[in-house]
C-alpha cells in the first residue's frame, strides 16, 4: 500500500537544539510505520538559538528535505541591544532587569513584527509551497508554532487550496503565554495578534495542543482542538536504562570529572567531595519568568541547617540559564554546591537526567499558564527519577505526575512544603531506599502518541 504524503513545515530542525525541535522529528520517524510519509519543509539559513548535532541521528533516511531562504531581523536587534540575542529562544529580561534598551527592543519586536520576526518567511512560503504541492500531490500540510508566522503559512495555503487539510500544532499558545503580557503592545497591536489567532483556529481543519488546558482554550476560541503531549523516544529510554547499570565508582569518577569542570567555570569555595551526591538537577533552558526563587531560598536554608545535607548536595544545571539567575544563587549560601555544565547535546542531557536524584521542571507562575507542560518532563519520566515542579496551581503538570507516581508540583510562594518534600526525598537517598517507582508511562512514548496522530490524520 502506497503511503500518503504529509508536509511538515518547521521552524526547527536538526541541528537546531532544545525541545522545539524534536516534536516533529519524533512524529517524521514514526509516522512511516502508520502509513505516512513525512516530507519536511524547513529555512535555509536559520538563526538557531541553539545547536544539537546529536539529533541529527534521529532524522529518518531518505526523508526528503525541501529548504529556502528565510530573512531574520535577530542581528540587527543584537546590534542594538546585546540581550536581545535572547529574542531568538523567545526570552528576554522582563522587570527591574530590563535597560531602556530592552524595553525600546521589546516594544518593536512586539508592534512591529507581529505574530514574531519570522514573518518575513511568510510570503515567499506561500508562493513556494502552492506549486510544490499541486506538483506533488501532497494534501496534508501540518503548520508547528512558535514561530506562530509559520501558522500563517497554513492559513495562507488553506484559502488558495481549500481542499488541503491542515493541521495546526500548537507547541505553545499563542496570545495565552505567559511573557505575551510583556510585550508592550498597542491595543491595535493586540487586536491584530488576536485577530490572526482566532483565524487560525477557525481556518484549521484541526488545531493540535501540547496540554489538556490548553486544548480546552483553543476550542473555547473556535478551533478544532485534540490534545496530543510530547513524550519520550523509547529509543532514548533504552540508553536510559542502559546507563542504569553503570557502576557506583564510575559514576564517582564521572561526576569528578563534570565537578572539576563546574569548578572551573564558577570557582566554588568548598569543591565538593569525591563520595556519591545527592543531586538536584536542572536540565534545559531556565529564564527569568520562571525562576523559581523559593526553590533556591528553601535549599539555602536546608544547607544552613542540616550539615548532613550541606555535606551531600549539588544543585546540577545542563543547559543554558540566564546569567541575572546565576548571579542570585551564587550570592547565597549555594554557590559552592553549584555544579554548571552549560548547554549538552541531547544525549549528554539524557545522561545527566540520570545521575540524578531530583529533576526540577519549571513553568510561568500564573494561572494562564497551567496548560503548558514543558517537554522535558516526559523524558524525566522515562528516567523512574522523583520530579518537583513549579509553577500555577492545578496545572496539566501535576495532573501528570500524581497519574504516574513520579513527583510532586508546587507553586512559587510554597516554602515549607518545598523543604519538607527535599528534606524527605534526601533522607530516603540517604538510607538508600530512594526507589524509581513511575507508573503508567506507556501512553506517553513517542511511538505510542505517533500512533495516535495518524489515527487524527486520518
Not at 481543519?205 to 476550542?219: C, G, M, P, Q, V
Not at 544543585?315 to 552549560?342: T, Y
Not at 496548560?371 to 509553577?391: N, R, V
Request: positive net charge.
Amino acid at each position: 500500500m502506497e503511503q500518503k504524503k504529509i508536509l511538515i513545515i518547521t521552524y526547527y530542525w536538526p541541528p537546531a537544539g532544545g525541545p522545539g525541535v524534536q516534536r516533529w522529528l519524533k512524529f517524521a520517524k514514526y509516522l512511516p510505520e502508520f502509513g505516512w510519509k513525512p516530507v519536511v519543509y524547513t529555512p535555509e539559513n536559520p538563526n538557531y538559538p541553539l545547536l544539537d548535532e546529536s539529533l541529527l541521528k534521529d532524522v529518518p533516511e531518505n526523508i526528503e528535505i525541501v529548504k529556502t531562504k528565510i530573512w531574520e531581523p535577530y542581528q540587527l536587534a543584537e546590534k542594538l541591544n546585546k540581550s536581545n540575542k535572547k529574542f531568538k529562544a523567545g526570552q528576554f529580561d522582563v522587570g527591574k532587569n530590563q535597560s531602556w534598551k530592552s524595553k525600546l527592543s521589546i516594544w518593536v519586536r512586539g508592534n512591529f513584527f507581529i505574530p514574531d520576526a519570522r514573518v518575513f518567511w511568510v510570503k515567499p512560503s506561500v508562493q513556494f509551497l502552492e506549486r510544490y504541492l499541486k506538483e506533488n500531490k501532497i494534501e496534508v500540510v501540518v503548520t508547528s508554532g512558535p514561530p506562530h508566522s509559520l501558522h500563517l503559512i497554513g492559513l495562507s495555503l488553506k484559502k488558495k487550496l481549500p481542499n488541503l487539510k491542515w493541521i495546526a500544532d500548537f507547541r505553545d499558545p499563542w496570545t495565552e503565554i505567559s511573557y505575551y503580557k510583556h510585550l508592550k503592545l498597542t491595543k491595535s497591536s493586540d487586536r491584530k495578534h488576536r485577530q490572526l489567532e482566532g483565524n487560525v483556529f477557525k481556518s484549521a481543519d484541526i488545531t493540535l495542543a501540547t496540554s489538556y488546558t490548553d486544548a480546552e482554550n483553543f476550542r473555547k476560541k473556535g478551533a478544532n482542538a485534540i490534545c496530543i503531549t510530547n513524550g519520550f523516544d523509547e529509543s532514548d529510554s533504552g540508553k536510559i536504562a542502559e546507563s542504569q547499570n553503570c557502576k557506583i565508582e564510575e559514576l564517582q569518577n564521572r561526576e569528578t570529572g563534570d565537578q572539576k569542570k563546574a569548578s572551573q567555570a564558577l570557582k566554588p569555595s568548598n569543591p565538593q567531595t569525591l563520595k556519591p551526591n545527592f543531586t538536584l538537577s536542572y536540565i534545559g533552558v531556565l529564564e527569568q519568568l520562571r525562576n523559581p526563587e523559593n526553590l533556591w531560598k528553601a535549599l539555602d536554608e536546608l544547607v544552613k541547617d542540616y550539615p548532613d545535607f550541606a555535606e551531600s548536595f549539588i544543585l546540577k544545571f545542563a543547559g543554558r540559564v540566564d546569567d541575572k539567575i546565576l548571579d542570585s544563587i551564587e550570592d547565597s549560601g549555594l554557590k559552592s554546591h553549584i555544579l554548571n555544565l552549560g548547554y549538552l547535546s541531547h544525549d549528554r542531557a539524557i545522561e545527566e537526567m540520570q545521575h540524578s536524584d531530583l529533576l526540577l521542571i519549571t513553568n510561568f507562575p500564573h494561572k494562564s499558564s497551567k496548560g503548558i507542560i514543558p517537554g522535558k518532563i516526559f523524558e524525566y519520566l522515562a528516567t523512574g527519577k522523583q520530579i518537583i515542579s513549579f509553577g500555577p496551581e492545578e496545572a496539566d503538570v501535576s495532573k501528570i505526575l500524581e497519574e504516574t507516581r513520579a513527583g510532586k508540583h508546587f507553586g512559587y510562594n510554597d516554602l515549607e512544603t518545598v523543604k519538607s518534600f527535599i528534606l524527605e526525598k534526601f533522607t530516603l537517598w540517604k538510607n538508600g531506599d530512594l526507589l524509581e517507582n513511575t507508573q503508567n508511562i506507556e501512553q506517553f512514548s513517542r511511538k505510542n502518541l505517533t500512533k495516535k496522530l495518524a489515527e487524527i490524520l486520518g
